[in-house]
């Protein structure tokens, strides 16, 4: 099992900026990629950001830009930097680690951490 800590979350003003942390812990071996996700009420659970072991990264094209995925392989954590932030940004921010070990591939989430833009 692997168990994801996120941190930095809160409220913040459009235009400002908040870092989110995620630290992995448990069975770590086999994390390939990390990331974050975000979830508004209603609505489905949509990829922000991710980063592989050797640093690929992917954005969504509502973040690209803004937003930059980070990660230290030796600590098995992972931030996310978010700047210029929107009103649109306000949403509960979800951790994500996917470990492959030969063909078992499993995916972690962390417990989700509250992010609010006012406008």
């Known amino acids: 099992q692997v168990q994801l800590v996120e941190s930095g979350g809160g409220l913040v003003q459009a235009g400002g900026s908040l870092r989110l942390s995620c630290a992995a812990s448990?069975?770590?071996?086999?994390?390939?990629?990390m990331g974050w996700y975000r979830q508004t009420p209603g609505e489905q659970r949509e990829l922000v950001a991710s980063?592989?072991?050797?640093?690929?990264?992917n954005y969504a094209g509502s973040v690209k830009g803004r937003f930059t995925i980070s990660r230290d392989n030796a600590k098995n954590t992972v931030d996310l930097q978010m700047n210029s932030l929107k009103p649109e940004d306000t949403a509960v921010y979800y951790c994500?680690?996917?470990?492959?070990?030969?063909?078992?591939?499993?995916?972690?989430w962390g417990q989700g951490i509250q992010v609010t833009v006012s406008s």
């Open positions: 448990g069975s770590t071996f086999g994390i390939n990629i």
């Open positions: 994500n680690a996917v470990r492959t070990i030969l063909t078992n591939v499993n995916a972690y």
């Open positions: 980063i592989t072991r050797g640093g690929t990264t």
